[in-house]
């Protein structure tokens, strides 16, 4: 005998993360109303590409478009695309 789950849902965080702390990260709910067996599928999609390597290991203090181009503050440095 076959069991199916309800597995299909959304993510969620609580107030406590330590309670809830779901992450649907780079997939889409897709519904297919034709009468399938199942109905709802989570898609996967592309994430973030890589832009750059910044040769260092510090934190990334801000990112901002100006005209354009994409500037970020790592560390002490200023590095842009």
Not at 16 to 36: H, I, K, P, R, W
Not at 46 to 71: C, D, H, S
Not at 74 to 79: D, H, K, R, T, Y
Request: charged fraction near 15%; glycine fraction near 8%.
């Amino acid at each position: 005998m076959n069991q199916e789950f309800p597995f299909i849902g959304g993510a969620y965080t609580a107030r406590s993360t330590n309670l809830n702390a779901q992450v649907c990260q780079n997939l889409y709910l897709e519904m297919d109303n034709t009468g399938a067996k199942n109905i709802i599928a989570l898609v996967g999609c592309p994430g973030m590409k890589l832009w750059l390597t910044p040769g260092t290991i510090a934190e990334v203090r801000a990112l901002e478009v100006f005209q354009n181009r994409l500037y970020a503050v790592i560390g002490a440095s200023v590095l842009q695309d």
